[in-house]
């Protein structure tokens, strides 16, 4: 008889931009572990997981369907145990994480929420704002065009209207850092954590991998989100800014040895909990 019998649903291909097989690749590999330490787990997609094809109790996900996100929630209120939960999940929508963060003191860009027929030139123009991010902030991305650089207040309206035009009501308007991207990934409450500069093979001298570890522990903390990702800037003083968070992002670089830390972490929670 299997320890724990568990519902894994994968992420739906249209939440996945440049990643569905980086996504599916990670979740599999988390499966893999997770069976060979004696759990059954039974794979959905997000569609089938709203129509409620699965009957486990335990449910591990990468949902960011808004169906998915809502019965997630309904399942962790009537007691089941959801890794990642959906309160977290939702908290890594745009404009929920820019609140939570900021609100929380973590050191994040300078940021206005905006319906996307609003004037925001005159904003961003008082504001000294020259380049700045215009990100989606009704849902989880879905294109790359859902990010989109600008290098002056003119262009950011013009990239508004467009969103305006997609369908799209809200976005976020964030200043430009200028720095180093760095890229991690995490698991809370355990000693994995990875970190890596895509774009430059000279790591700052000032800066500081605890206190970009502590800044990431503390975000996943107030999003309520165990398993993690995300990107900061690291300026030239080598001080870290969060300019993204996401809930059970690809792993890619670090996929092999992610893999049997998450399952491990999993089986660690199911434990303590079925204990009591």
């Known amino acids: 008889m299997a320890e724990f019998k568990i519902a894994g649903v994968m992420r739906a291909g249209a939440f996945s931009p440049n990643h569905i097989g980086n996504d599916a ?18 794979i959905y997609n997000e569609e089938q ?14 949902c960011r369907e808004r169906r998915s996100i809502e019965l997630l929630q309904k399942l962790e209120d009537n007691g089941h145990t959801v890794i990642n939960s959906g309160y977290g999940i939702e908290n890594c929508i ?32 008082d504001a000294g704002v020259t380049s700045c991010w215009i990100k989606r902030a009704d849902t989880h991305s879905m294109h790359k065009e859902d990010v989109t650089y600008v290098r002056h207040p003119e262009e950011a309206q ?8 997609r369908g799209i009501k809200r976005a976020v308007a964030s200043r430009h850092i200028h720095g180093d991207l760095v890229k991690f990934y995490g698991i809370a409450g355990t000693q994995y954590f990875h970190w890596f500069f895509p774009k430059t093979t000279q790591i700052p001298a000032s800066f500081n991998p605890d206190a970009l570890r502590g800044i990431a522990e503390r975000a996943a903390d107030v999003l309520d989100v165990k398993i993690y990702g995300g990107d900061c800037i690291v300026d030239a003083d080598g001080h870290a800014v969060i300019v993204d968070f996401k809930d059970w992002p690809s792993f890619a670089p670090c996929r ?12 660690n929670t199911l434990k303590k909990q079925y204990a009591r």
């Open 158 to 165: 013009e990239i508004l209207q467009e969103y305006f035009l």
């Open 25 to 42: 690749a990670i979740f599999n590999l988390v499966a893999e572990q997770l069976r060979k330490r004696g759990c059954e787990v039974n």
């Open 256 to 267: 092999a040895e992610a893999a049997p830390q998450i399952a491990r972490f999993i089986m």
């Open 94 to 125: 745009r404009e929920r994480m820019s609140r939570i963060l900021a609100g929380s003191g973590l050191p994040t860009p300078e940021s206005w929420v905006v319906n996307t027929y609003e004037a925001i030139r005159d904003r961003l123009t």
């Open 49 to 62: 997981f709203i129509a409620g094809a699965s009957d486990e109790h335990i449910v591990i996900n990468m």
